[in-house]
């Protein structure tokens, strides 16, 4: 039975409380998650990349800061699109800490 089917059978068991609390969880969970933007094991050491391709949402702030455009980002990295760009932001926005870290850590290799 798939995890789906069982949770739509558990839901008539669970009180409101229970159910607000689920919703709760489900919304979390779904605020983490980035369209656009991936992070696998085996790409880039687990990094975040943009999808189809192996470009680190780091690499692309890091080239932000350093003065480049977006203009210039979607010459230099042909495969991206400017919606790309845009995912990358956000996920900058909400992750400045493991970002900044990220740069840190590939200055200094």
Request: hydrophobic share 40%; with cysteine; proline share 6%.
């Amino acid at each position: 039975m798939g995890t789906l089917r069982q949770v739509e059978e558990l839901l008539p068991a669970l009180t409101r409380a229970e159910k607000a609390q689920l919703l709760r969880i489900v919304v979390q969970d779904l605020t983490d998650a980035f369209p656009g933007i991936e992070s696998n094991p085996g790409v880039c050491g687990g990094e975040p990349c943009i999808v189809r391709t192996r470009i680190p949402v780091w690499v692309l702030e890091q080239a932000r800061r350093l003065g480049a455009t977006e203009e210039q980002l979607l010459h230099s990295y042909p495969t991206l699109r400017a919606e790309d760009l845009a995912n990358a932001w956000a996920y900058v926005r909400s992750h400045v800490a493991e970002i900044n870290e990220q740069i840190r850590e590939n200055e200094a290799a």
